[in-house]
């Protein structure tokens, strides 16, 4: 009994893999470059586009900044794909900003959206909504929980979900910017999906300890 409770334990904790850091993407010129990280667990099961600009308007063209205006309109945004092989899943993704202000005619908040199709349809929101900062000298940075992104084609999009940076209650203007600043990370987990049978497995370890418990009292 003990012997199947040691081994029930070892395969429990070998089934809890560890986030790490994914990709990075970086900004010169205005333009977005991903580099992934080619020591991360199972990298080669997922594919990481660079970030795209959804009928926003000019773009900025200074170091180190992924900018543009127009963020007010509806279905504006910056997209970003993520392709996970068959079988495959990013567990426990989280997004982190290096920084990010804007105009102050800019969206008051932005906010990450898994499942964007296109248009206005977003898919479901996801973590916490980055309130804009105005002015590089008040830019902020943050993580945003994303979850599970799972096999197939993903689309993140990144939109205003909030008023002006200077009047929050008021509708964002149409020529308002924001700005991300420095990179942009994704940490997570690529592993299995997991089935039924290893779920199971689990299970009863986690039922094999409470007995344990319970006969040890």
Known sequence: ????????????????????????????????????????????????GELTRVNLGTASTLVNQFASNNWGTEGNGISLAVTVASGYEIANSVIGVGGLNGSNTGPGTLQWSLGYTGGTSYGTDVGTAWTVAYSSGSSVAGEVAVGTIGSGANTLFLRSTGGQVATPTATPATNGGARLLNNLTMNGTIQAIPEPATMGLLGLGALALALRRKMSK
């Open 1 to 48: 009994m003990k012997k199947l409770l040691i081994a029930l334990v070892v395969v429990a904790i070998a089934s809890v893999a560890q986030a790490e850091l994914l990709a990075t993407w970086t900004f010169e010129g205005g333009n977005s470059t991903v580099a992934t990280e080619s020591t991360a667990a199972n990298i080669d099961k997922v594919t990481f």
